[in-house]
């Protein structure tokens, strides 16, 4: 199993100044369309958003400042919900969630699946029809089952023998049924980064196909009165490129579900085979499209359930970052510029912006690689291999470990990260008592908070005041 998040081998963003693959780019200033929004395009050599010069949207937001690229989102969104009829689409909030990205998903037609009480609590303040609600969860609480129970929401995905008892007992007090699927572990190794695949059996999620967990889960199901079995869930983890894995998902799914046919004489109603489609973040990265990715996955349930002699469920997929990560863009303002020689001589630039890893994480947990640019204006000054750093107080805080930016970016310059919207505000932390930026949606050249900035009040709101 890599350690990286992007396993393929060196690439562009792996590169050290002495490496021998070093190469620089053709033109720093250009824009990858597979990695940056549609909407991304320089105007007079500066960035626009959404039709909206970053400066403008800079002038008025602050920075550091996520910008979502509303149409974008909903592109993508419709691009799942389009590419294979009869699929459902489920999108993951997990990868960000606000009210208004809640009701973006609600109106193109998504389910939403959702993981704690504060993720359903967005859900449900956004109006999102609680019947398409999913929820996920390893620890789920009684309260949290209850919320969702008493919300109506389609089902809930367990994780555990202690919550299938919480469950039943919360559902015969309320006296409802209530639809379940049963999240397995398949026993696949996802070429992913480790932190983020879900579906060997030595982690948290799920119960065993191999141990007879899911055997004896699904038997639980089956014989409560108050628990409706609509079928079984697996989701081998994420920033995932090769289907290889979801073939063999499907293929033990399945298998399974023939099993619960024979045992039970019960019908799987559905199948989920969860989210996990990555997505290009720097160049060379290269993700199917939803249609090809949907088309490949249910032709292989097709396959396996014939093979089987099994009535074809309904399949259902959870993408999170597949939909809202291309759509942002993280801009900061650049504070200090400095080189260093390293040993052996050669020199590496630092580029710190006024952000860093309380608001983009991925690069300090996973290794993740992302691209960038400077952004107020083009320059034609020859290309430093450049280390995007924050403002913590923390060496590992870097937001892009090599990128080449043009030799002239100073102080007061913006730089704009690609690909920002998934798993970056969502994860983001106040280390440092760095207030966490704003999420500002722009679409046809005007912007929107979605999601106000952090003030130094609303962190101190939370301090007491008490000295002992
Ligand atoms: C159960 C489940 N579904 C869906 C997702 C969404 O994954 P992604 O954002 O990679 O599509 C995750 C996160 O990995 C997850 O744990
Ligand atoms: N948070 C991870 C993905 C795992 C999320 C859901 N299980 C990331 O940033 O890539």
Sequence with gaps: MSRNAHPAGPRHGD??????HGSQPGDVNALDPAIWPESATRVGGELHLGGAPVSALVLEHGTPALFLDEADVRARARSYTQAFPGIDVYYAGKAFLCTAVARWV????????V?????????????FPAER???????????????????GVGHVIVDSFDEIHRLIAIAATAGVTQRVLVRVTVGVEAHTHEFIATAHEDQKFGFSLRDGSA?????????????????????????????AGFEVAAHRVISFAATIRDVHGVQVEEINLGGGLGIAYVPGDDPETPKQTLERLSGIVEIECASVGLRLPTLSVEPG???????????YEVGTVKDVTLDGGQRRRYVSVDGGMSDNIRTALYDAHYTCVLANRASAAPPALTRVVGKHCESGDVVVRDAWLPGDVRPGDLVAVAATGAYCRSMASNYNHVPRPPVVGVDQGRSQ????????????????????
């Design 15 to 20: 590169v050290l100044p002495d490496a021998p």
């Design 106 to 113: 609600d109106e193109e037609g998504l389910g939403l699946d």
């Design 115 to 127: 993981c704690t009480g504060g993720e359903l609590a967005v859900a449900l303040a956004a109006g």
């Design 133 to 151: 609600i999913a929820l996920h969860g390893n620890n789920k609480s009684s309260a949290e089952l209850g919320r969702a129970v008493e919300a």
């Design 215 to 243: 055997a004896r889960a699904v038997a639980a199901v089956i014989a409560s009165d108050v628990l409706h079995f609509g079928g079984l869930h697996s989701h081998i983890g994420s920033q995932i490129f090769e289907t």
């Design 321 to 331: 970052r597949a939909i809202i990560g291309p759509s942002g863009v993280t801009v």
């Design 449 to 468: 908070v979605l999601v106000r900035r952090e003030t130094e009040d609303d962190l101190l709101r939370l301090d007491t005041g008490v000295a002992r």
